[in-house]
């Protein structure tokens, strides 16, 4: 009887992908793909058309990023460890990531050796010659707050090598 009911549930089992039978005869239940869940327990990957303002001050603030806030529609500021990163949230939900350095000098040439060796982010010298560096994401195909961390994590990585980079090759 016993073995009956195992080789029933083991049938239901292939069938459904519910439970598998061990080679002990227990039943388990597969691995399965682990969930990253944010504070308020929702699913860090679930995709969004786009992100409100107030939604994204509340992702990075829920991950630490305390000194977050709206400076205006569609502008977020961002400081961490006295540096200041501005966050662009266009209409359509695209994001775009600005730091900028003044003070230091590069020519075209140093930034577009930037631009040819570095993948995620460009590099560009603005009307007052300061430089700054930015990232874009793009929504149309949706986006999730596992996405927007993601983005920050990896510009703030560039932004380390970019200012080890302007240091390296200021002509101030």
């Known amino acids: 009887?016993?073995?009956t009911i195992l080789l029933t549930l083991m049938s239901?089992?292939?069938?459904?992908g519910e439970t598998v039978l061990t080679k002990n005869n227990t039943l388990q239940h597969p691995k399965q793909e682990s969930i990253l869940l944010n504070k308020q327990g929702e699913d860090y990957r679930k995709l969004f058309k786009k992100f409100s303002d107030s939604d994204l001050v509340k992702l990075f603030q829920s991950e630490g990023y305390m000194a977050?806030?709206?400076?205006r529609k569609g502008v977020i500021r961002?400081?961490?460890?006295?540096?200041?990163?501005?966050?662009?949230?266009?209409?359509k939900g695209n994001l775009?990531?600005?730091?900028?350095i003044s003070g230091a000098k590069l020519t075209y040439a140093d930034v577009n050796q930037w631009n040819l060796?570095?993948?995620?982010?460009?590099?560009?010298?603005d009307n007052d010659m300061d430089i700054a560096l930015e990232s874009d994401l793009e929504a149309t195909a949706g986006i999730s707050q596992q996405h927007v961390?993601?983005?920050l994590d990896t510009f703030l990585t560039s932004v380390n090598a970019f200012r080890t980079f302007v240091l390296e090759h200021d002509k101030s």
């Open 68 to 71: 977050t806030k709206v400076l």
């Open 117 to 125: 060796e570095k993948k995620f982010t460009k590099a560009y010298l």
């Open 12 to 16: 239901a089992s292939l069938l459904f």
């Open 149 to 151: 961390l993601e983005f």
């Open 96 to 100: 775009q990531l600005y730091y900028g």
């Open 1 to 3: 009887m016993k073995k």
């Open 78 to 91: 961002i400081k961490i460890n006295g540096k200041n990163y501005i966050l662009y949230n266009d209409k």
